[in-house]
């Protein structure tokens, strides 16, 4: 009896230090994956890469890939993360990945729909089950619904993501977490890595691989660990209030890597009457919090841009938590949405399997259908002249969707654009912005306080100005005089309506030229 309990008690420190080893070699699989997807699509052809630039402008489109993308691989973190990698690439904006994100996050449902299915032939456990499998379904739906319109009118994810972004960087801790680098070399490796493949294609798909492969070693590891030692205390203390359910649905998803998993979980043990559909919601939310930590992961130093994506997909989660979570009588619609299901399913098993074809395929590809929208192309060419240097021309190309309200800015910094080219910088401004695009940069003004970038001082202004170069002749222009620091001063010429600069010339005090950049041609 005493032998046994020393060789127990021997086994428990053996055990953990074997998951430790394997953790880290999965963490470690799981940021190398994450820097091959970045290095590779870096090293994919131009004519590839922008493709799938020009497919996400469109919002409806990335909310579709986004879905399908996790519909198919089961795995809305492995889509986050490569999100994440292509952001920090700079070939995908993040006003265009969030909709992806979003996309991701309903995709991700279809898991735990499709294990509900398992109990078809079981007529007393399939209503349950499918009102548990669904459940998930109908919060992250009603969230996209809250969500969506908020961030395609108002880009309200855009702004809080980007402003926590600027909190962390300003914090010790930002630094620390998010702009040190691995320590190990992992950037030098991905891109050893990238070069040993024969084609950039094949180095993208085994990056991808790698990633999935790297996510679900780390989901296995900690499920064993974490959970499977512990389903029966599980059934009996996770679910006895909302806030503990919560918690735990937290806890159990950011170390299994997988909302999936874990909202998977709960279809049994609803279906079997051992948990109340209710009860469940909440582990639910909590999960869909959880799984933000892989992207957050992700997201170690990279882009700013990056890292604000990655609390895109904290802040969507989130804002359907608050919702829900503190108010009960709201609790009660997607648990009602779900029973309801539940039963007309019953009645008819077509009604579940109709249901998966129409929420993950045919609703995102009418979303795309109805949505289709005119596209206008122009090209902008300019000289900027800097005090003592050769000119350089510089182009901006203006996308703009007829259904849409917002522009896109792409910047060539070597003059015209040849087919097929990447742009250098993307600017993106919304209709309803005081913003305009320039070649470096977007200036914002505010003509109830006369503030220029928020901070310089409008001295003079006029909405009915003019400009001529060669065959340009261009009116109803705004033209801002500007007082700028170190007693600098700029002219700034811009149009309205494609919200971009026209024309600007800045002075020192003395009345010199510090640099200036105008318009040539418009294509």
Known sequence: MTESLKNSNLEKPIGWLGTTVQFVIAAFLFLLAIDLVGESFTM??????????????????????????????????????????????????????????????????????????????????????????????????????????LEYYYGTLTFLAQQLTRLVQDSSFGIDIFHTSYGFGISRISREL????????????????????????????????????????????????????FGWGFLVTAGVQSSSVTTSLIVPLVASGKVLLSK????????????TITALLAAFNKSDAAISLAFVHLLFNLI?????????????????????????????????????????????????YFNKGYVTERTYLYENQVSGAEPKSITIQI????????????????????????????????????????????????????KFNKSDKILSKNDTATYSAGALNLEHLNYFEVQLPNNQTGHYWFDPDQKVLIRSVIYDQSGNLIKSSKLISIQ
Do not use: W
């Open 280 to 291: 469940s919601f909440p582990f639910v939310m909590g999960a869909n919090i959880g799984t």
């Open 44 to 149: 994919l052809g131009q004519e590839t890469a922008r493709s799938i630039l020009l497919a996400t402008s469109n919002p409806f489109i990335g909310l579709f890939i986004g879905l399908l993308a996790t519909a198919l691989i089961q795995s809305s973190s492995t889509v986050t993360s490569m999100t994440v990698a292509v952001v920090a690439s700079g070939y995908l904006t993040l006003e265009n990945a969030i909709p992806v994100v979003m996309g991701a996050n309903v995709g991700t449902t279809l898991t735990s729909t499709l294990v509900s299915l398992g109990f078809i032939t079981k007529r007393n456990q399939f209503r349950k089950a499918i009102s548990a499998g669904s459940i998930h379904d109908f919060f992250n739906i009603i969230t996209v619904l809250i969500v969506f319109p």
């Open 399 to 450: 996308r703009r969707e007829v259904s849409e309200n917002k522009l896109e800015y792409y910047v060539f910094k070597d003059g015209a654009p040849v087919e097929s080219s990447l742009p250098d910088t993307i600017f993106m401004i919304r209709e309803r912005q005081q913003k305009f695009a320039s070649t470096s940069e977007i200036f914002t003004y505010d003509f109830s306080t006369s």
């Open 194 to 245: 990238v070069t040993i493949f024969p084609q950039n294609i094949i180095a993208l798909v085994c990056a991808l691989i790698l990633l999935f492969i790297s996510i679900k070693f780390l989901s296995n590891i900690i499920y064993k660990r974490l959970i499977g030692t512990s389903k029966d205390r599980l059934k009996r203390f996770i679910f006895d209030n909302p806030y503990k359910s």
């Open 320 to 368: 359907g938590v608050l919702v829900f979570l503190p108010f009960p009588i709201l609790r009660r619609i997607p648990v009602l949405l779900a029973s309801k299901f539940g039963a007309l399913t019953l009645d008819s098993r077509m009604i579940g399997f109709s249901y998966i074809l129409f929420t993950f395929f045919l609703m995102p590809f009418a979303l795309i």
